[in-house]
T-cell receptor, first 109, second 114 residues
């Protein structure tokens, strides 16, 4: 069974700070996706990375796929209250997607 | 965002009731999914349909019965549920079952079993 561990589980910071959340596994994935879920809504896809070492940027969000395709990180620069939500990573493999438990992020104004 | 819609958004039912959850996708996708989201647990995949055929059933109890009449609609029929079945039920679709299977989720149905 493939498992994805996300850390930290909870993070509360002030507006304007930078942060990094992590997604780790002992398994190799063919792709890694990040989703953000706001209260009362379903997850929304932010990015997909497929190549080891790949870095993608989405405005203030930077996503990196580990060289060995076993881990990923999400870095947010100058966090804003609108970044608040549950951040989920999902690893893609032959059996479909495996989701982590998520990081609950709160950005306080 | 109206790509994937779900009804109802909230549902309270007793253990002896029968109810159905509905999902509709307007994205022209060929694969649809039911997930269960509970507190402190990862998203649990329940069922996968591709071109209206069920391709995965992850050991889900028979009190959950899916139905996919066409590639745009997906139902989850519920009967004799237990309180531990209370959760957010999410429907999702993807283009197909190849590649990275990027998921497009609906807003979910918040189910409470009393």
């Amino acid at each position: 069974t493939q498992l994805l561990e996300q850390s930290p589980q909870f993070l509360s910071i002030q507006e304007g700070e930078n942060l990094t959340v992590y997604c780790n596994s002992s398994s190799v994935f063919s792709s890694l996706q990040w989703y953000r879920q706001e209260p009362g809504e379903g997850p929304v896809l932010l990015v997909t990375v497929v190549t080891g070492g790949e870095v993608k940027k989405l405005k203030r969000l930077t996503f990196q796929f580990g060289d060995a395709r076993k881990d990923s990180s999400l870095h947010i620069t100058a966090a804003q209250p609108g970044d608040t939500g549950l951040y989920l990573c999902a690893g893609g493999g032959a059996d479909g997607l495996t989701f982590g438990k998520g990081t609950h992020l709160i950005i306080q104004p | 965002e109206t790509g994937v819609t779900q009804t109802p958004r909230h549902l309270v039912m007793g253990m002896t009731n029968k109810k159905s959850l509905k999902c509709e996708q307007h994205l022209g996708h060929n694969a649809m999914y039911w997930y269960k989201q509970s507190a402190k647990k990862p998203l649990e995949l329940m069922f996968v349909y591709s071109l209206e055929e069920r391709v995965e059933n992850n050991s889900v109890p028979s009190r959950f019965s899916p139905e996919c009449p066409n590639s745009s609609h997906l139902f989850l029929h519920l009967h004799t549920l237990q309180p531990e079945d209370s959760a957010l039920y999410l429907c999702a679709s993807s283009q197909d079952l190849t590649g990275s299977r990027e998921q497009y989720f609906g807003p979910g149905t918040r189910l409470t079993v009393t």
